[in-house]
């Protein structure tokens, strides 16, 4: 079935680096745009950043922009999400999620999410 | 600046109908948006894309008594036959060109 499977959080120091993936199943990966999501605990969702289908156009927002890069390989079917510079503002759960094309538009697929806590 | 907004918090009794607003800023009455759905201790599920015309497309498997509908710059999801599962926090979320966007999130309570 259509699935979305993230990886890679964990508990790390400020200023540290980590890399989250998306490993994705079900459908033509190379197709759709995918994106960044979190949440922060008992905070909305909020949106991070955005790669086109083909991984030519990548947007962020103004908070990780600089420290944060988003970057797909279509032929293992994942997305990563490469996380520089962490900061205690950036503990949350990290969702990815499908458009329902291959650029900006509605998320129609959710991953379950992964736990990032910075903190020293 | 493109900004969705949304009450912080709605109830209704079970069995019964509410409805959910989102609201565009100004010069953007045109978006389409989507509404999500979270329930608690879970991740989002998506509900619909719901155009300006107030035609909508569902996720699979979601159930008829989820509608949406439009008037102008709001947006809106009516839940009709309320059950308890439907208590969770309700997002809608609009993208432009460069920028993804969530409303604050409606939290439903299910009286």
């Known amino acids: 079935q259509v699935q979305l499977v993230e990886s890679g959080g964990g508990v790390v120091q400020p200023g540290t680096s980590l890399r989250l993936s998306c490993a994705a199943s079900?459908?033509?990966?190379?197709?759709?745009?995918l994106h960044w999501v979190r949440q922060a605990p008992g905070k909305g969702l909020e949106w991070v950043a955005v790669?086109?289908?083909?991984?030519?156009?990548?947007y962020y927002a103004d908070s990780v922009k600089g420290r944060f890069t988003i970057s797909r390989d279509n032929s293992k079917n994942t997305l990563y999400l490469h996380m520089n510079s962490l900061r205690a503002e950036d503990t949350a759960v990290y969702y990815c999620?499908?458009?329902?094309?291959?650029?900006?538009?509605?998320?129609?697929?959710w991953g379950q999410g992964t736990m990032v806590t910075v903190s020293s | 600046q493109l900004v969705l907004t949304q009450s912080p918090s709605a109830s209704a009794s079970l069995g019964a109908s509410v409805k959910l607003t989102c609201t565009l800023s100004?010069?953007?009455?045109?978006?389409?948006i989507a509404w999500h759905q979270q329930q608690p201790e879970k991740g989002p599920r998506y509900l619909m894309k719901l155009n300006s015309d107030g035609s909508h497309r569902k996720g699979d498997g979601i159930p008829d008594r989820f509608s949406g509908s439009s008037s102008g710059a709001e947006r809106y999801l009516t839940i009709s036959s309320l059950q308890s599962e439907d208590e969770a926090d309700y997002y809608c979320?609009?993208?432009?060109?460069?920028?993804?966007?969530f409303g604050g999130g409606t939290k439903l309570t299910v009286l």
């Open positions: 100004s010069g953007h009455s045109s978006y389409a």
């Open positions: 979320q609009t993208w432009g060109i460069d920028i993804g966007v």
């Open positions: 790669i086109s289908y083909d991984g030519n156009k990548k």
């Open positions: 079900g459908f033509t990966f190379s197709s759709y745009a």
């Open positions: 999620a499908r458009s329902s094309s291959g650029t900006f538009d509605a998320f129609n697929i």
